[in-house]
């Protein structure tokens, strides 16, 4: 039986009155993901149709998913709230703080000793608050979450920007920050601006090297890594129910990489198996009898350029594989044109590493495919030419395909499986040479590859690709290598090429897990002790951020002029990092200092106006908070763009930074900002960038007159004392500006006017 049935049901219980009367107060046939949206209102029932980019709505989510590395600031907030209890649902998956580095055992075991002191207080915080708890082992958050808690129809946030994953299962699936989640595992409705919608139309079907990976590298050539800023993204079409649920997820995972809000599709036969195949039929039985309000309306799907906002075509039957970057997971290139490009950009032509697995393809699917590549190594005589190794997403997963023998035909490539976690994919990797920062290229099937993501060196050239693509190049150990036209020489000096992969959507012999790895919470946790040491390196307990005083801002400094890209990993970088993700001051050493300043190019070096002197950013950051000066924080286009991770927004917020004026933000980090009492702010004119200078000190001339849709009016005087009036934009409602009024939305809750 599925875990939390009851609520499913209760979710098909609900949908078809409150999509039949939101139909009605809309006056036209319904998306799928308006139908999600309608059925999840926190008022219940709809009363008003709602404005797309427009209206804030509150809603009221299913469940909440934390990983590790996000939970402890999350679980440390939410035990300023004052509850008994998680008000819904709500897991934690530890996964984000083992590093791959020899093998998953000894992986495993090491992180076990070395972050022993977070796994046992995420342990006992769960057991005491009614949170359900994997271990470390258990596998990634997202392919847990998919095969033991998604359902179509639902919605769901979580601590990690590819919570969207779970779109694969039909669900709309948000990540957030810790203090978002803290709002609804508090009880309290879940805010969202109504997001515009994008539809996907696939049409012909998968076939041969192309694999449900392309489908997301291709729409992300399309819309960048902005394109889909506040809205979500609904795939339709033959294209959409021919292919498997966890292809499905793969798409929708990749499309945190676009900035979308979610990513959903369809409920559809490939779920329906899916969810029998991982022991919820009786969650397939209660789908089946909702099923139509599972989908789009058919009208929708037969116009949707009347339907949706942007409507995008693809043909699957013409759709070649792609490599995405490097440096960034927007740079589409078909494979038939990777080597024409890789030789004008000097990319080296050299494949040091290939990696598979990750959240974004590690399902049997997907491992399967890759080890019919792998077996053609012997049955060829072939060679691998760069490292290769495969990261399974979950215990199951590890379990089902040993169990299958796909892990001894990987073994038999000299391939090296790690632990059922993150790993490479978000820096924790701790790869023989990367101190070194050597010009090397690397391919994987992970979602993000921004520069020094896999393995700390800014020079490690990261292309993204299909599982079974990564297989075949690692093996080819050349980037200008196109498996669908190129032979190979293997050991005996002749010419072969690799025949095309094949794989089993689902496992003919069921999945398998002798221990999956869950930890049941307490029925009554109100005896469980949460101890945190007091001297901890790793974790600190939360003291409340101070409220504001009711004043202009003045005689701030201006901290850093960040240059070009900043996303959360310039901001708060994970890697070695992780493992401060539970104490605010020790990880607030990493603030900035992967930004790029400005007014000399480089990173984490930036002028001390006290001083006169260049510094680490957050030791000039820490400085004028000593010095009781306020600061500010300027930056470019999709400011915050990648993971979810709130550190991003708290440690400013603690090393006294009050406000943050860019040209645009990424959705996630806005609310983040926003929930920890900062000031997030854009440009009413964009040029008015080039203005701001190294010396500037900045005054806010209104900020007393904070209200929606005011801009509010900062002056920045220059150091020969001339002065540039600067207009910022703002998106606060009223609710917002009470967050910031108190000093965080969290301070709310605990004072109970939330």
């Not at 939360?542 to 202009?552: I, M, Q, R, T, V």
Request: with cysteine; charged share 20%.
């Amino acid at each position: 039986m599925a875990f939390d049935i009851e609520m499913i049901k209760k979710v098909y219980e609900n949908m078809p009155g409150r999509v039949d009367k939101a139909r009605e107060i809309v006056g036209r046939p319904l998306t799928l993901t308006e139908k999600i949206l309608y059925n999840h209102l926190w008022d219940g029932n709809p009363t008003k149709a709602f404005g797309r980019g427009v209206d804030y709505v509150d809603f009221a989510p299913d469940r909440v998913a934390c990983q590790d590395a996000t939970a402890q600031m999350a679980l440390l907030q939410f035990m300023h709230a004052g509850k008994a209890k998680v008000a819904v649902p709500t897991t934690v998956h530890c996964d984000h703080l083992i590093q791959a580095k020899i093998d998953a055992a000894t992986d495993l075991a090491r992180a076990k000793t070395q972050s022993n002191e977070v796994f046992d207080f995420l342990s006992s915080v769960s057991n005491k608050y009614g949170i359900g708890f994997w271990k470390p082992g258990a596998g990634i958050i997202h392919q847990v979450v998919l095969e033991n808690y998604a359902f179509p129809g639902g919605m769901m946030i979580g601590t990690d920007s590819h919570t969207v994953n779970a779109g694969g299962l039909g669900m709309v699936a948000i990540g957030v920050g810790g203090a978002d989640a803290v709002d609804v595992m508090s009880g309290m409705a879940w805010e969202l601006k109504f997001p515009k919608l994008i539809g996907v139309k696939l049409t012909g079907k998968l076939s041969g090297w192309t694999a449900p990976k392309d489908v997301i590298l291709k729409v992300a050539g399309i819309l960048t890594v902005k394109g889909g800023t506040g809205a979500i993204v609904e795939y339709f079409g033959e294209g959409a129910t021919a292919m498997s649920c966890t292809g499905k997820g793969t798409i929708c995972n990749m499309g945190a990489e676009i900035g979308a809000t979610t990513s959903t599709f369809g409920y559809d036969d490939s779920m329906s198996r899916y969810l029998r195949s991982t022991n919820r039929a009786d969650v397939a039985d209660a789908a089946d009898k909702v099923a139509s309000y599972l989908t789009g309306d058919p009208e929708v799907y037969a116009n949707p350029h009347e339907y949706f906002d942007q409507v995008i075509e693809i043909n699957l039957s013409t759709l070649e594989p792609h490599l995405n970057g490097p440096f960034t997971p927007d740079l589409a290139t078909p494979i038939s044109k990777m080597k024409e490009e890789a030789i004008k950009n000097n990319w080296p032509l050299q494949i040091q590493v290939g990696l598979i697995g990750s959240c974004t393809n590690s399902s049997y699917e997907d491992i399967s495919r890759a080890a019919s590549l792998a077996r053609q190594v012997a049955a060829k005589n072939l060679k691998t030419k760069a490292e290769f190794t495969i990261t399974p997403g979950s215990e199951v997963v590890r379990s089902t395909i040993e169990r299958d023998g796909f892990i001894d035909t990987f073994h038999k490539i000299g391939a090296t499986v790690f632990a059922n976690a993150c790993g490479p994919c978000i820096g924790m990797w701790d790869r023989e040479g990367a101190e070194k920062e050597e010009r090397n290229t690397i391919v994987h099937s992970f979602n993000r590859n921004f520069s020094k993501r896999a393995d700390g060196n800014p020079n490690t050239l990261a292309f993204v690709g299909s599982p079974e693509l990564v297989t075949a190049m690692a093996i080819a150990g050349d980037l200008g290598f196109n498996p669908l036209t190129d032979k190979l020489i293997n050991e005996d000096g002749e010419e072969v090429m690799l025949d095309a992969p094949t794989g089993d959507e689902l496992p003919a012999k069921g999945f398998y897990a002798e221990d999956p790895g869950f930890q049941a919470p307490a029925a009554d946790g109100s005896g469980v002790q949460v101890v945190v040491n007091p001297v901890s390196e790793r974790l600190q307990l939360l003291a409340p951020f101070d409220a504001w005083d009711g004043k202009n801002i003045t005689d701030a400094k201006l901290l850093i002029k960040a240059f070009g890209k900043c996303t959360t990993d310039h901001i708060s970088m994970a890697g070695p990092w992780l493992r401060f993700r539970g104490h605010l001051d020790n990880i607030s050493n990493n603030m900035l200092i992967g930004a790029v300043n400005a007014f000399n190019q480089k990173t984490n070096s930036v002028k001390n106006q006290l001083t006169g002197e260049y510094d680490a950013v957050p030791a000039v950051a820490r400085a004028y908070k000593a010095a009781g000066v306020p600061s500010i924080v300027v930056g470019d286009h999709n400011y915050g763009e990648g993971s979810s991770r709130e550190h991003a927004a708290m440690e400013p917020r603690f090393l006294g930074v009050k406000a943050v004026l860019v040209k645009s933000f990424a959705r996630i980090h806005e609310t983040n900002l926003k929930k920890q009492g900062l000031l997030g702010l854009t440009f009413a004119n964009e040029a008015d960038y080039d203005k701001i200078q190294e010396n500037d000190t900045i005054n806010f001339l209104d900020l007393t007159e904070f209200a929606p849709g005011k801009p509010l009016t900062l002056e920045f005087v220059h150091a020969d004392g001339k002065k540039d009036i600067i207009l910022a934009n703002h998106t606060y409602n009223e609710g917002q500006i009470g967050w910031f009024v108190a000093g965080s939305a969290l301070n709310l809750i605990a004072a109970g006017k939330a």
